[in-house]
């Protein structure tokens, strides 16, 4: 064997390990609901009147917990047959001007005939519970009747 030979075979041997790779983050997800959500997490969902754009829906909590390690949050809409039609990323903002500073949200809009298949899905990496995600679907939370939570 040469010398060349051997260092081809060795860096053939050793290529996997030196090229980049990506590893898909998998998480553990499950379902809340509304009475876990607020008496294990905290988490509360309202919902207001938002002229046009129908219904202002929003989930309230505060890092701590599992929630600490907030990683981010997702509107999912599924159609009537329950195959998924869309998500969206949704960035932490105040939903009204009187919250309080320790208290995070995440809001979407949406006509009242689409809130029966809409679902936030909150997401926490690194949690005390490992890296975990809960959907909170509307209709279990809101009554879909009259979901205005908020009266102003």
């Known amino acids: 064997m040469q010398p060349c030979s051997g260092l081809l075979t060795l860096l053939l041997l050793l290529s996997p390990a030196l090229l980049p790779t990506s590893h898909a983050a998998e998480?553990?997800?499950?379902?809340?609901?509304?009475?876990?959500?607020?008496?294990?997490?905290g988490i509360t969902m309202h919902a207001r009147r938002n002229g046009d754009a129908g219904i202002k829906v929003w989930l309230e909590f505060r890092r701590t917990g599992w929630l600490e390690k907030f990683s981010w949050a997702e509107l999912r809409m599924r159609g009537a047959d329950g195959s998924?039609?869309?998500?969206?990323?949704?960035?932490?903002?105040?939903?009204?001007?009187?919250?309080?500073?320790?208290?995070?949200?995440?809001?979407?809009?949406?006509?009242?005939e689409q809130l029966a298949h809409c679902s936030f899905?909150?997401?926490c990496?690194?949690?005390?519970?490992?890296?975990?995600?809960?959907y909170l679907p509307v209709q279990d939370f809101l009554d879909l009747t009259d979901p205005v939570t908020e009266r102003q």
């Open 27 to 41: 998480i553990s997800v499950g379902t809340l609901t509304k009475e876990k959500a607020k008496q294990k997490y």
């Open 84 to 112: 998924h039609l869309l998500s969206a990323q949704l960035q932490p903002n105040p939903a009204h001007h009187r919250q309080a500073k320790d208290v995070t949200t995440v809001a979407f809009s949406a006509s009242p």
């Open 121 to 123: 899905l909150v997401v």
């Open 125 to 134: 990496y690194g949690s005390n519970e490992g890296d975990v995600g809960y």
